[in-house]
T-cell receptor, first 115, second 119 residues
């Protein structure tokens, strides 16, 4: 079974629109970590955020915000006022404290921001 | 501080050939990983290591081997290359996880990737 599901394969938005990327995870571990990584067209993988399972505070960093809800096992990512530079593939990932720190990645959401 | 360095960046192999993808990190990370990325499939874990001398299989280990003789290096060996191994390979490293909220532990730092084509 998929531990991390990103149901949106591709999303296109017009510049300055807001967009939310969905991530649903599955774990039985009580201590786990959730991540978002960005992969721009150049191919490298860039860390965006890490969240611990015992901290459900939402986080905002500039135009980026993250909504972590344990009740729905979701860790959604919103980009406000999108820009062309936001065009990339975004991966959500899960790491479980008690399973040797293996990371489980979703299949990614490809975001295209149209100028 | 170079981070995670992978070589080569590109390689074309013939079916049945062997090769080694090199990975080295200078952050003194205990944990190292090899992932492969196929189009539309996300990243799949091939092998990982929690320290020198210790390696373990991930989701897709068949056709690959690894070793971890030092903290810095984690080479990935492809034996008898097959077209199914055509992929982009990423090496990554991290500290072990801990329960500290403010810790930067277990954030993966990735190499730039190695694109391998088997014909």
């Amino acid at each position: 079974a998929q531990k991390v599901t990103q149901a949106q394969t591709e999303i296109s938005v017009v510049e300055k629109e807001d967009v939310t990327l969905d991530c649903v995870y599955e774990t039985r571990d009580t201590t786990y970590y959730l991540f978002w990584y960005k992969q721009p067209p150049s191919g490298e993988l860039v860390f965006l955020i890490r969240r611990n399972s015992f901290d459900e505070q939402n986080e905002i960093s500039g135009r980026y915000s993250w909504n972590f809800q344990k009740s729905t096992s979701s860790f959604n990512f919103t980009i406000t006022a999108s820009q062309v530079v936001d065009s990339a593939v975004y991966f959500c990932a899960l790491s479980e404290y008690n399973t040797g720190n293996q990371f489980y990645f979703g299949t990614g959401t490809s975001l295209t921001v149209i100028p | 501080n170079a981070g995670v360095t992978q070589t080569p960046k590109f390689r074309i192999l013939k079916i049945g050939q062997s090769m080694t993808l090199q990975c080295t990190q200078d952050m003194n990370h205990n944990y190292m990983y090899w992932y492969r990325q196929d189009p539309g499939m996300g990243l799949k874990l091939i092998y990982y290591s929690v320290g020198a001398g210790i390696t373990d299989k991930g989701e897709v280990p068949n056709g690959y081997n690894v070793s971890r003789s030092t903290t810095e290096d984690f080479p990935l060996r492809l034996e008898l290359a097959a077209p199914s191994q055509t992929s982009v390979y990423f090496c990554a490293s991290s500290y072990p996880p801990d329960r500290s909220y403010y810790s930067g532990a277990n954030v993966l730092t990735f190499g730039a990737g190695s694109r391998l084509t088997v014909l």
